[in-house]
């Protein structure tokens, strides 16, 4: 393509003009490469309001259906937003907190959070005016100017108001802005004010400059470091030294522009007005107009970011950018073939297929032509003076002097090789001229005619090929050569001799080529793109850049180390050693440029100049704050759907492992070549590439992580921007040690406490055993005692005299009763069917004796119930015991189960002679429940009756 390209600017003369070439393409002038932004959200045409950038270059543009956040990449409108849209919004400002104040038209306040728009509303209420500004000082106060209740500010407990009670001189407050050195300082028809509220004090005080009355009308104010540029509608832009107490005029008004707004970075000033954009860069003493097209007057907002980007909210086209450092002067109809600029940097000389050109580079017009209709090929300016050797096609070599207008022409007749001149370089000791017949070398001699000392190199010199793309000389007179198919080549000082530099690419097309300071040789070749040679050390490195499919058309160095590189719908910015690079395309507007083969020319303030079809394109060198990687930043972290507060939230619980990150990189000049990659450590085996800005996580195991995000513009991921999120999931209590070691603590506890409850359940059943058999024993020897026998052989042998079968059935009721006391002598515990049996039987024996005497009457048993044996037998001989028992008075007793326990219950007829009361009875059995049970027994007594009550056992 460049061999097709440099073939057709040598044939010009000989073809007819492309047709576009005929048409003019528009207006002489310096014009703004101007970028549409074309965002799908803004579904009305006519509503946008105001321009906004956070600090983590996040843009929010008010529109009247609401506030739509927008990264460059994606956009959505922030939830509930439309209410702000609907009040109008008139400023903005981010608090230290992260909270985004929205302020509107009718006094309303809003706050945007986690994407969320809220309204504001402080117990004092909100202004009934409109808001003309929103500040926020060093102490997180937030300020609010309003156009006719003066000011108010919020110190994060209560609203506080500022007017002309205070002191303050108009309540309708045009602007306000911030200062460390003086606090508040607010403008108004009535000129400027200095306010402060510190420890709830109010303070007032006039500002008083020479150039500034007490009632002049101070619209906008913009402060930058030390300097407050400061608006007076009558006079123009003014700046105020705040340290020196000083003034200065920076924009004399005397075209009576209506000043919309206007901004301030370290390169860049920039005024808006009804008519044009004026932009002052440091290189430059005066401001230079842009003269698009766009009806300045319904630009409603506008940012300078650092970048040096100029944001334009424009009310019906939208969103729109100029980066300042690009600049394009058109030249309608011609095809720009080399650049070259005066001394003075004031004209800019053009060389075209049509003459010389020579543009004011204040205005963009054309203030002189030359050399009309010649094709002028190639400009070379002599150092420290306006001498310029201008190259054509078929009519030789010109030296032209600008200053005294001095042509001198030379042709083949003066000593040239040919008359069809390629390119045209040189230094302070020689001239170098490259034609279709090969290279000539001219010493230079000062303000003679003639050319001196010629030297020609061809292929006899070793010269490999004739056609030579570019030439670039070495201040120790060494020539560089690049060609058409035969490498780099180069030619020593005074040597007569072409020698080739690198075997490696004798075989490439060598397109373009500069030379740095510090030894180094770019070039573009074909097929393996751009590279450098280090000449000090004798070797070739390959640039890594995505550049191998982008043709370039030519390359310049900017600040000696950094290589531009320009083709047809791009510029690209390539740092070779930190591996940083941008191409600069449809972000930049440059979709139209059409550069012309090697027209590239670097100024001495380090202004590239690239000649294309229709116009020139201007780079300055701020161009290099565009050259970084993006500026990344959290937009959202969730766990389980609830947002994490950044900076305070990084510990969770072990069923809080459900994590969701929405992150950005901001580029917004590159915001189509923008990649990310991402790294959860502690999960992800290796980075995650990817285009979107968001990952999430599940089931994540306890432990600590960390996830990283990197993000580039060229594909080069070198860290330098990367963000890190740290956190912990914490693991559930039974997994933690301390949980560990009380679970241990608890085993060797309850181990103990199950070692020492058998010990002393082996010793209560023991005691139990040893009780028990003492118990059983005394009460068998109760029961066999002599008088026990001696009542009961008496009274079988009176039955025996009266009535012989019930003398048998009283011995047969002996026997059971004897045999079932050996039978239940050894358990601790019977069933109660089988005591209650057991109390039977020596009831009937008791019967035999006294038949009418003792009355039994049984009530519900339970049958699943366990009681100790003997226990009811004891407690019958106890009643017979203590009570009268005769056939008139019989001795009543009642036997029955009651809520657990087994009740029996006995009339009371007090025997009249005492009766000696060993208490052997009771207390045997209060004894044995003791170490039976928990439960005691309860004994209830009364004049009528005597209850004793037996806790039943279940098992």
Known sequence: MLKEQLKSKISLLLIVQFCFLLTSQG??????????????????????????????????????????????????????????????????????????????????????????????????????????????????????????????????????????????????????????????????????????????????????????????????????????????????????????????????????????????????????????????????????????????????????????????????????????????????????????????????????????????????????????????????????????????????????????????????????????ILQVTGNHHYIWVTTLAGVMRIYVVHDERKLNNIKTFTGDNGLPTNFIYQIVP???????IGTDGKGINYIDKDDPCVYLLDNSIRNHSIYNLDYSSNGLLYFNASREGLGYYDIKRDSLIWIEAPVKNLESDCISLINDSVLLTAGAGFLMLIN??????????????????????????????????????????????????????????????????????????????????????????????????????????????????????????????PGTYQFIVQSSINKYFDGRNQIVFSFEVRKPFWQTWWFFGLLIITGVTLVRFFIRSRESAKAKEDEIKRKTSALEFEVLKSQVNPHFLFNSFNSVISLIEDDKEKAIEFTEKLSDYFRNILKYRDEHLILLDEEVTILMNYFDLLKLRHPDQILLEKGLIQSNAWIAPMTLQLLMENAIKHNEVTPHSPLKIWVYCDAGFLVFRNSIMRKRSNVDSTGFGLESIRLRYQLLTDKEIRIEESDEKFSVEIPLIYK
């Open 27 to 420: 207006q002489e002038g310096i014009k703004a490469v101007i970028t549409k932004h074309n965002l799908q959200s803004f579904t009305a045409r006519s509503g946008f309001q105001k321009l906004f950038i956070d600090h983590k270059g996040l843009m929010y543009i008010a529109s009247s259906e609401g506030i739509i956040l927008y990264n460059g990449i994606t956009e959505q409108f922030i939830k509930n937003s439309e209410a702000a849209g609907i009040h109008g919004v008139t400023s903005m400002v981010e608090d230290q907190q992260g909270i985004l104040w929205v302020a509107c038209e009718d006094g309303e306040l809003f706050k945007i959070y986690n994407k969320e728009l809220t309204r504001w509303l402080p117990q004092e209420g909100l202004p009934k005016h409109k808001i003309s500004k929103l500040v926020v000082d060093h102490s997180n106060q937030l300020w609010i100017a309003t156009k006719g209740e003066g000011v108010y500010v919020y110190n994060q407990k209560y609203l506080y108001h500022f007017g002309p009670e205070d002191g303050l001189i108009y309540s309708d407050v045009n602007d306000m802005v911030y200062s460390d050195r003086l606090g508040i300082i607010v403008s108004s028809d009535k000129g400027i004010q200095n306010i402060n509220f510190i420890k709830d004090a109010k303070q007032t005080k006039q500002v008083k400059l020479d150039c500034i009355g007490n009632q002049d009308i101070i619209q906008n104010m913009k402060l930058f470091g030390e300097n407050l540029y400061i608006d007076n509608l009558s006079t123009g832009i003014l700046e105020w030294n705040l340290q020196k107490n000083s003034c200065k005029m920076i924009w004399d008004n005397k075209n009576a522009e209506t000043i919309l707004a206007f901004r301030i970075s370290t390169e860049f000033q920039v005024v808006l007005t009804d008519v044009a954009i004026y932009v002052k860069s440091n290189e430059l003493s005066g401001f230079v107009p842009f003269n698009n097209k766009i009806e300045f007057s319904e630009i409603q907002s506008i940012f300078l970011d650092a970048k040096n980007t100029l944001w334009l909210l424009h009310k019906s086209k939208g969103l729109l950018s100029i980066n300042l450092p690009i600049s394009q002067y058109e030249v309608p109809g011609r095809t720009i073939q080399d650049i070259a600029l005066s001394q003075d940097g004031n004209r800019l000389l053009l060389c075209t297929d049509s003459g010389l050109k020579m543009i004011d580079v204040k205005s963009g017009k054309v203030i002189r032509s030359q050399f009309a209709n010649e094709n002028l090929t190639t400009i070379y300016p002599e150092p420290d003076n306006d001498v310029f050797w201008i190259g054509t096609y078929g009519g030789g070599l010109i030296r032209f002097n600008l200053n005294t207008g001095e042509v001198t022409r030379y042709k083949q007749s003066d000593g040239l090789p040919d008359n069809n």
């Open 474 to 480: 070495e201040p120790s007179d060494r020539i560089w």
């Open 576 to 701: 070779p050693k930190e591996k940083l690079s941008i191409t600069m395309d449809e972000e930049f507007g440059l979709t139209e440029m059409v550069p012309s083969l090697n027209a590239i020319y670097r100024d001495k303030n380090d202004n590239t100049w690239i000649g294309c079809k229709n116009a020139v394109i201007k780079v300055q060198p701020t161009i290099l704050t565009v050259l970084n990687q993006p500026q990344n930043s959290f937009s959202n972290i969730k766990v389980l759907n609830q947002f994490v507060r950044l900076g305070i939230d990084s510990v969770f619980e072990y069923n809080h492992n459900q994590i969701a990150f929405e992150f950005n990189a901001i580029h917004y000049l590159a915001s189509d070549h923008l990649d990310y990659r991402y790294f959860l450590k502690g999960y992800d085996k290796e980075w995650i590439y990817s285009k979107e800005g968001n990952e999430s996580y599940s089931n994540l195991s």
